[in-house]
């Protein structure tokens, strides 16, 4: 989990303050989550430049439908609901691919720009795991849906849940489609580690 109840409880805090037009309130969200968002899209797109994008458009929707969101359904509620966003927006990407595009229209949001050195960061981090990245792109073969569970499961460490805010499905529904996921992920995996034995 990334956050403990004290944490959360300022969390709750800046986006009361952000849904009364608080800009520095926003700006402290954003600081707060971007590496982690820019951090699950990467790892799901496997590209800089759209990772990049897709967590910029997520936090441009995010600012946007701000004032619609309530906070509920336990202690992780806008963690929840900043991850639904940028999943909605990896998934939008999968569907779109080279035509999707940065959206960014508003000057408030300009403003807070991007951080190239951590997308650098991770980038090289992937690349420096050759585990991570033969993991990644296995699951990359997945159903869209066993994807969104084995990252925010397994990476992003979220519970049932958490993830079935994110992705509003009822827990013993995720529960199922993550049992299934992995019994795939691993016959990928022994697949694959089967033609390059004999391959070499």
Same mark, same amino acid.
């Given at each position: 989990?990334?956050?403990?109840?004290c944490m959360d409880t300022d969390v709750k805090e800046?986006?009361?303050?952000?849904?009364?037009?608080?800009?520095?309130?926003?700006?402290?969200?954003?600081?707060?989550?971007?590496?982690?968002?820019?951090?699950y899209v990467f790892r799901r797109v496997l590209n800089?430049?759209?990772?990049?994008?897709?967590?910029?458009?997520?936090?441009?929707?995010?600012?946007?439908?701000?004032?619609?969101?309530?906070?509920? &359904?336990?202690?992780? !509620?806008?963690?929840?609901?900043?991850? =639904?966003? $940028?999943?909605? *927006?990896?998934?939008?990407?999968?569907? %779109?691919?080279?035509?999707?595009?940065?959206?960014?229209?508003?000057?408030?949001?300009?403003?807070?720009?991007?951080?190239?050195?951590?997308?650098?960061?991770?980038?090289k981090k992937i690349d420096n795991d050759k585990h991570?990245?033969?993991?990644?792109?296995?699951?990359?073969?997945?159903?869209?849906?066993?994807?969104?569970?084995?990252?925010?499961?397994?990476?992003?460490?979220?519970?049932?849940?958490?993830?079935?805010?994110?992705? &509003?499905?009822?827990? !013993?529904?995720?529960?199922?489609?993550? =049992?299934? $996921?992995?019994? *795939?992920?691993?016959?990928?995996?022994? %697949?694959?580690?089967?033609?390059?034995?004999?391959?070499?």
């Open positions: 989990m990334y956050y403990n109840r800046l986006v009361e303050r952000a849904q009364n037009k608080d800009r520095d309130a926003f700006g402290s969200l954003f600081d707060l989550y971007y590496d982690k968002v820019l951090n800089t430049e759209y990772a990049k994008d897709i967590t910029s458009n997520t936090f441009l929707k995010a600012l946007k439908n701000l004032d619609q969101f309530e906070w509920r &359904n336990g202690p992780f !509620s806008f963690n929840g609901w900043i991850f =639904k966003i $940028a999943t909605n *927006e990896v998934n939008q990407y999968f569907r %779109k691919q080279n035509r999707y595009k940065l959206t960014i229209d508003d000057p408030d949001f300009k403003e807070l720009g991007d951080n190239n050195k951590i997308a650098e960061e991770i980038e991570l990245l033969i993991l990644n792109k296995a699951i990359k073969q997945l159903k869209p849906i066993y994807q969104d569970i084995l990252h925010l499961k397994y990476f992003e460490e979220m519970s049932y849940e958490e993830i079935s805010q994110v992705l &509003n499905k009822n827990e !013993s529904t995720i529960r199922v489609y993550s =049992k299934r $996921a992995k019994e *795939e992920l691993r016959i990928i995996l022994e %697949k694959d580690a089967s033609e390059f034995l004999v391959n070499i």
